[in-house]
């Protein structure tokens, strides 16, 4: 939001010798004679050729290869400290003219006061919003408003909520009795069912 306090000196930059490298090759650690003469594959010493091959129907044999184990890898020399080592380059800084303090920064106007909320349950109430600097002062202030009405806010939202029960209730359907005549049909129906039931038993 400002413009930085101190810049990068243009006039100066990082001498050409300037060396960063904190290590470096060793000069006298000298790559072995021969070393690039040894191949990293070699022919398995173990293979032979199967005695049921023919030369004409599967063509020429070949030996199988495998890992040679005197293979080294691509030669590097040994590290050692650089004595030439200077360390990390630092560029220098210098104030920067155009760098401009704003006493005022912190300060802001605002004409309203929002809450951004997730809850599960509605019924959250914010009211007496205190804005300030002074604890004593807040805590007088919620005293005066919050202590003074709490216990009678929880009261009405019990209430509320009792009364929100209760409606729920009103509005669930009253399940019917049956007539007594359908009663007494149903149970004709029972009976002469048991009676056939029993004659399929005697027969």
Wanted: glycine content about 4%; overall charge negative.
């Amino acid at each position: 939001m400002l413009k930085p306090k101190k810049i990068n000196d243009p006039e100066v930059s990082k001498p050409a010798d300037w060396v960063e490298e904190a290590q470096m090759d060793d000069p006298e650690d000298k790559k072995p004679e021969g070393h690039d003469d040894i191949k990293e594959n070699i022919v398995d010493p173990d293979a032979s050729k199967p005695e049921d091959w023919d030369d004409e129907d599967d063509g020429e044999w070949e030996a199988p290869t495998i890992k040679n184990p005197e293979f080294k890898g691509e030669w590097k020399a040994k590290r050692i400290d650089n004595t030439e080592y200077k360390g990390e380059w630092v560029h220098p800084e210098i104030e920067n003219p155009e760098y401009k303090e704003d006493a005022t920064l912190h300060e802001s106007t605002s004409y309203g006061l929002g809450f951004e909320l997730w809850q599960v349950k509605a019924g959250s109430l914010f009211d007496n919003i205190y804005v300030g600097d002074s604890l004593e002062e807040a805590q007088a202030f919620a005293k005066e408003t919050y202590e003074a009405n709490k216990e009678g806010e929880k009261t009405a939202k019990e209430d509320a909520d009792k009364a929100a029960e209760e409606a729920k209730k009103a509005e669930e359907p009253v399940k019917e009795e049956e007539p007594a005549a359908d009663a007494a049909d149903a149970a004709d129906a029972a009976d002469a069912e048991e009676g056939e039931e029993a004659e399929k038993d005697e027969l």
